[in-house]
Structure formats: C-alpha cells, structure tokens
C-alpha cells in the first residue's frame, strides 16, 4: 500500500465520524490524521522490512544446544552449526545480530510476543507447530537417542526402554515429548521442566534415561563419562529440522529460504555442517 492509499484510507476513516455540514472539526481531523499516518504506515511494513530498517536481527537460540547453538559455560562463547549460519545470514543482511536465549518450551512465546525475528535452534517440523509457526525450508535431519548410564542393568537396545516400572525422561516442548507420549506403552514418561534437565533426572535415579537426538547424543559423548547412547531403530520417522517465524508475514521467511538454498549450493551449509559434526544429518537438496 503506496503513501496516497494509506493517506485517503485514514481520512475516510475520519471523515467519518465528522458531523455533516461542519467545518469546526477540520483542525482535529488534521492533527489525528498527522499522529495516525505514522502507525498506519508502520503496521505496512514487513518483518524483514524492519530486521533492515533497525539494523538488527534478533536470533532466539537454546544455549545448551550442543553443536547446534551452544554457550561453552567457560568461556561464553557460542558455537554450533546454526551459530555459523546466522552470522553468515547477518551478515548479507548487512545487520547486527542479537542472541536471544530461549528454550522448546518458550518457543511460541518467544516468536508470538515478539521477542525474537527467528527462531534459529534446530527447530523439529511436527503438525502441531505448523498450526502456529511458519518454517524455513529443512536443513538438517534427525533420529532419535536414548541416553543412559554405562552399564545400566537390563538397558542395552531399544526394544528394554519401553518396559514397566521404566521411566524416560523428555524435555518439555521438545519433538521429543511428542513422540514418546505416543509410542510408550509400558514405560512411564518423565516430562522435565526448565530448569531440571533430562541429565539430572537420569544421574539421580529418577528416570532410566532420556530421549534426544543426534547433535544433543554427541554432546553427551563427547562432554561426559558416564553416558551410553542408544539409538532409535530406522523405522521410527525421523524429523527435519528449519528455522521457525511467527505466522502472518513472510518475508523474512522467503529472504532465509533463499539464503539457505545458496549455501546449500555454494558448499557452505556442508562445511557449517563438518565442523560440528553434524555431516551425517545435513540435508543439501
């Protein structure tokens, strides 16, 4: 909508409520006309119209995401494939870009009340948050794991997880709460609340083990020694994962779709993807 239709659309509207044949309102007419201009010209302008126009792109992340969007508690520096793509998509904006710390939990909170442009944590695309949220095209694509103590008596594959008086904890707002509501049958399921983590309940006895997926499985690997992982058999539907928007405009969308088909062929998203380890989950086409 050009300059001329928001303007004769704001006066129509105000001429509305001006009774007929008097003049002694022009003034006010006036001046609520000069103050609405502003608001009505800025509800027309798009989220990437406004990522640009601030020069600013606000990035919600999960800070304990390992190799996806993590802060080393050390350091507090951030690392992760979708560190590496979001600072590589600010900068062919032209923007600075803003870290947000959120959560799965926090996820519709987060996009709906504005608090972030994006959601850039490896976000799962299930049926549920399609209803709420627009994503991104996939660029990554994972299984389930389980992840228990070494050792643990009567827990070595897949098939002894779902079984009575077992308890498998989940992140709440997680893929991972959805599917496991679903496919236990015998096994209590343990949802864990921010800030509880999945570990906790494991190390202290009260769960058996703990449902996620593959970058989280590497962390576990990797950072711990106390950790067995065990993966979901190749029958149960893996999931794809994207960055997330809040629903309505989708231009900010559409410019990150575009940017994630470039580095997709330019080679980028493949070596984002080696560095974190992440190579036998990227999707490139």
């Known amino acids: ?26 003034p006010l ?29 606000r990035a919600c992340i ?3 995401y390992y190799s996806i969007s993590y802060r080393n508690p050390k350091t507090r520096e951030l690392s992760g494939i979708d560190i590496a793509i979001t600072q590589d998509l600010a900068r062919e904006l032209g923007v600075k870009l803003k870290y947000v710390d959120s959560n799965f939990a926090q996820l519709y909170e987060s996009l709906e009340q504005d608090r972030c442009d994006i959601a850039t944590h490896a976000i799962g695309i299930t049926e549920e948050r399609q ?13 389930l794991f389980a992840v228990t103590l070494k050792n643990k008596e009567g827990l070595q594959n897949w098939d002894s997880l779902d079984q009575s ?35 906790q309940e494991v190390l202290s006895g009260r769960a058996d083990a ?22 979901a058999p ?23 779709d575009a940017f994630l088909s470039l580095i997709k062929k330019d080679g980028r998203l493949l070596q984002y993807a080696k560095t974190n380890n992440l190579e036998p989950i990227v999707l490139l086409k």
């Open 1 to 26: 909508m050009n300059f001329l239709k928001i303007l004769g659309s704001c006066f129509q509207k105000l001429w509305a409520w001006v009774p007929i044949g008097s003049l002694s309102y022009l």
């Open 29 to 57: 007419l006036v001046v609520t006309l000069a103050v609405l201009m502003p608001n009505q010209a800025l509800a027309q302008t798009t989220r990437l119209e406004r990522v640009l126009a601030n020069k600013e792109l």
């Open 62 to 64: 999960w800070p304990e």
């Open 131 to 143: 209803a709420r949220l627009l994503f991104s095209q996939p660029y990554l694509k994972s299984g």
């Open 165 to 199: 008086g077992r308890v498998i904890a989940v992140a709440a707002g997680t893929i991972m709460e959805s599917v496991m509501s679903k496919s236990l049958k015998k096994a209590r399921l343990l949802r864990v609340q921010f800030p509880g983590t999945r570990e």
């Open 210 to 231: 703990f449902m996620t997926d593959y970058p989280y499985s590497l962390r576990m690997i990797d950072l711990t020694d106390w950790a067995a992982v065990i993966q």
């Open 234 to 256: 190749s029958s149960m539907t893996a999931t794809e994962y994207a960055y997330a928007f809040a629903k309505g405009d989708q231009s900010l969308q559409m410019r990150v």
